[in-house]
């Protein structure tokens, strides 16, 4: 049962980004929907996978592959950022 509401709150972020994504006016504002889906969805397939299996190889994988993805999102996100601010500067 917990596994499944931790599913859940993942879908139910995934289609809280997607909303909010296709509404935000502004590509900077996008990029907060994308890291939002990464941070909540990775947080709630990681924490399904510790209540599902407990301390276990395949959980402390998940984990690792949700903050690799965090690490890897935040760098993109900024770059990103940084070039859209840079492109409307020149323009």
Do not use: E, Y
């Amino acid at each position: 049962m917990i596994v499944a509401g931790l599913l859940f709150v993942m879908v139910a972020a995934c289609w809280l980004g997607t909303i909010g994504f296709v509404r935000l006016p502004t590509p900077l504002d996008r990029v907060h929907c994308v890291t939002f889906v990464n941070a909540a969805a990775g947080a709630a397939v990681s924490l399904a996978a510790f209540a599902a299996d407990g301390a276990s190889d395949r959980a402390f994988k998940i984990a690792l592959i949700v903050v690799v993805n965090l690490v890897a999102g935040a760098a993109v996100s900024h770059m990103t950022g940084r070039a859209v601010t840079q492109r409307d500067a020149q323009i």
